[in-house]
């Protein structure tokens, strides 16, 4: 008796199930061989080219049922057609795989901002949905499981129209359709000045302190001596120095602040004067010592006067009217007072003296005294 065997040979399909079949011969040569399916026959009678002793044939049964059960059987025939030997199997198809896409329920906007837009997405499946697929202007972006939640799309431009687009896909990865949802993100806006005024006028600079806001944030700014450019950026608010200015000269200084997108402020403007150069210190021709007598020559008296009105300008203020003197004259207590409220007016750091009346003594500590008081003027 020839031995004959039937065995599954790959991957059973709901649809389809291949299997090999062998033939050692017992005494009979093989000059046929048919497949069956639940007792009729599958295919067509094969013959080998010539009677063999033993072989191996492949066959697969298509257009099965899913979840159902077979009886798979192969014959071997001798040239006479007698049968030689026989072998059967049983086997069940599985399931036939769920071919219904999941089908979305709900594809709307949570936010829209300037550079990201949040969506949020729901879908339902006879088979339950296992996630979903995201587009921007129909490009693929990114995925995620689950039946519902939200996905931001990032890296937007401001003020830009998108389409953003989104597929379900189910546990067979069986796809939905697209939703799309078009919106345009939010356009950027040009940051605002806020603060822009000096903290210290010098002689020869100007120190400017500014502070701005922006619906994000404030890149930095561009600073403008007379309108044009003279520094390209300080990051965040504070303080900016300008330099090389000349002496008693006014000036426009101005900013723009700018933010991330580029977007810039229109121009905040302060107009200031520089000061003036501060005169030089005072000195006397001659030194003025306690407990020595001392005269003040008509020339010190003169260029004493003159100094402390170069200081007055200096400060802003008037001209003091000092008494014309000359060569002989007897320095008095009105003269003294003359110096003495001229320097008080302008609030030195070194108080002056008190005024004296006719009679008093007039000492060198005094006279020192007014020179420190008008040289401590800053």
Partial sequence: MAIVSIQVSGAVEYNR??????FTSGGGLAAYYRFFRNGVGAGSLESFSSPVSSATKYYTYTGLQGNTSYSLTVHFYNSSMNTLGSDSITIRTPSEPDR?????????????????????????DNSGVSGFYFYLNGTSVGNMYGSSGSYVYSGLNPGTA???????F?????TSGMETYRDTTIPNSAPTISSWYPTQIGVNSVTMYVASSD????????FYLNGSSVSPTSEGNGRYTFNNLLPNTSYSLGV????????????????????????????????????????????????????INEFRSYKGLLNST????????????AYYNELVNAIKGMSPPTSVPNNRVAGDFIYASDINRLKESLNSIL
């Fill in 256 to 307: 723009k602040a700018y933010d991330g997108d580029g977007a810039q402020s229109s121009m905040s403007s302060y107009s200031v004067t520089t000061k003036k150069n501060r005169p030089a210190n005072f000195e006397w021709d001659n030194g003025k010592y306690s407990g020595y007598a001392f005269n003040i020559t008509a020339n010190e008296w003169s260029r004493l006067c003159g100094r």
């Fill in 100 to 124: 219904t896409p999941p089908s979305i329920n709900t594809w709307r906007p949570i936010s829209i901002k300037k550079r990201s837009a949040e969506m949020y997405v729901s879908a339902s």
């Fill in 322 to 333: 000092f008494t014309t003197v000359s060569k002989g004259m007897e320095f008095k207590a």
């Fill in 162 to 168: 998108y389409s953003f687009g989104v597929k379900a």
């Fill in 170 to 174: 189910d546990i067979y990865y069986n």
């Fill in 17 to 22: 199930i291949p299997v090999s079949a062998s």
């Fill in 215 to 222: 619906d994000e944030y404030v890149s930095g700014y561009w």
